[in-house]
C-alpha cells in the first residue's frame, strides 16, 4: 500500500546538525498530515513535528526554535531540518504519514525509523 523510507540519520556531536529525509511510495491516492516522532528506550513516541498538506507545521515543545519540517508534495516528501542538537535528541525518528490508497481508506503509515545519536 504504502511505504516509508527514511534516511539521514546518523552520529552528530552536540550543537550540530542534520537532515531527515521520508519518501513515501506506494498506490498512493492523496497524502494529507506528514510528520516525525521519535522514541528511545522506556519511553513513549512523541511527537517531533508534523506538517499538514497546505504547509501548516506544528512542533513539539522541546524542539521548537531549532527544528523545522518542510515537504515537497510532487516527490511525496517530508523533511526535518535539526539544528543545534543535544544529547536529549538521542532517539529512533520514525516518519509518520496519514494517505488514502487506491481502493483504500485513509491510514496511518509508518516508517522503519532511523537512528540520530548526539555524541561527543
Known amino acids: 500500500q504504502v511505504q516509508l523510507v527514511e534516511s539521514g540519520g546518523g552520529l552528530v556531536q552536540p550543537g550540530g546538525s542534520l537532515r531527515l529525509s521520508c519518501v513515501a511510495s506506494?498506490?498512493?491516492?492523496?497524502?494529507?498530515?506528514m510528520g516525525w516522532y521519535r522514541q528511545v528506550p522506556g519511553k513513549q513516541r512523541e511527537l517531533v513535528a508534523v506538517?499538514?498538506?497546505?504547509?501548516?507545521?506544528n512542533y513539539g515543545d522541546s524542539v521548537k526554535g531549532r527544528f523545522t519540517i518542510s515537504r515537497n508534495n510532487a516527490k511525496n516528501t517530508v523533511y526535518l531540518q535539526m539544528n543545534s542538537l543535544n544529547l536529549e535528541d538521542t532517539a529512533v525518528y520514525y516518519c509518520?504519514?496519514?494517505?488514502?490508497?487506491?481502493?483504500?481508506?485513509?491510514?496511518?503509515?509508518w516508517g522503519q525509523g532511523t537512528q540520530v545519536t548526539v555524541s561527543s
Open positions: 509518520n504519514v496519514d494517505a488514502a490508497v487506491l481502493y483504500g481508506t485513509i491510514s496511518a503509515y
Open positions: 506506494g498506490s498512493i491516492l492523496s497524502i494529507y498530515n
Open positions: 506538517i499538514g498538506s497546505g504547509g501548516n507545521p
